[in-house]
């Protein structure tokens, strides 16, 4: 089984700042990695796919970047609606081959 | 637009059988992954498992040998039944559509695994 971490666990920011949140994968996963963000009460939201496409509707301050065992989302500037826990997600070729990382919190300051 | 909605008993006690149904409105089943991804309480995401429209289905190790997910494309539903419960299989179950990613989500099913 593949393994996601991310890191930090959880990040303190206010609105406006930047945010860098990071996800390494247990072996190398080409570029097969998605991020979804989801908010108390709901289900998770797509973001991102296949590392750094942008899913329908999702506003240009998220990004995605990485490859390998390394991925980075990026949110370019905070809105309050952005405070909410991130998870990434990979698929390999593998059985049974589908993992999600523990989550990064992102709360606000 | 596509909607998906879970449905299930809410409560089930230990060793029983759970089953869940997950109705897509809006389209087809034909031609997607479906999946579902269950949530404990206060925890993260976890892959239960996916069946695609043609048959193929993938199953997370952990729980395969109590795990069944089927189609029924008569009724445009996914299925789950997850045998021998324990208190673990405690979470909100969720039915996802698998297209470059889990990009329509149903609202989730809470189910308590409890005697």
């Known amino acids: 089984e593949i393994l996601l971490t991310q890191s930090p666990a959880t990040l303190s920011l206010s609105p406006g700042e930047r945010v860098t949140l990071s996800c390494r994968a247990s072996q190398n996963i080409g570029r097969v990695l998605a991020w979804y963000q989801q908010k108390p009460g709901q289900a998770p939201r797509l973001l991102i796919y296949?590392?750094?496409i942008r899913a329908t509707g999702i506003s240009a301050r998220f990004s995605g970047s990485g490859s390998g065992a390394d991925f980075t989302l990026t949110i370019s500037s905070l809105e309050p609606e952005d405070f909410a826990i991130y998870y990434c997600?990979?698929?390999?070729?593998?059985?049974?081959?589908?993992?999600f990382g523990q989550g990064t919190r992102l709360e606000m300051k | 637009q596509v909607q998906l909605q879970e449905s299930g008993p809410g409560l089930v006690k230990p060793s029983e059988t759970l089953s869940l149904t997950c109705t897509v409105s809006?389209?087809?089943?034909?031609?997607?992954?479906w999946t579902w991804i269950r949530q404990p309480p206060g925890k993260g995401l976890e892959w239960i498992g996916y069946?695609?429209?043609?048959?193929?289905?993938d199953y997370n190790a952990s729980l395969k040998s109590r795990l069944t997910i089927s189609l029924d494309t008569s009724k445009n539903q996914i299925s789950l039944k997850l045998n021998s419960l324990t208190p673990a299989d405690t979470a909100r179950y969720f039915c996802a559509r698998d297209r470059d990613g889990y990009n329509i989500w149903g609202p989730g099913t809470m189910v308590i695994v409890s005697s």
């Open positions: 069946m695609y429209s043609n048959g193929n289905s």
């Open positions: 997600q990979q698929r390999s070729d593998r059985p049974s081959g589908i993992t």
């Open positions: 809006g389209g087809s089943i034909n031609n997607y992954f």
């Open positions: 296949q590392t750094s």
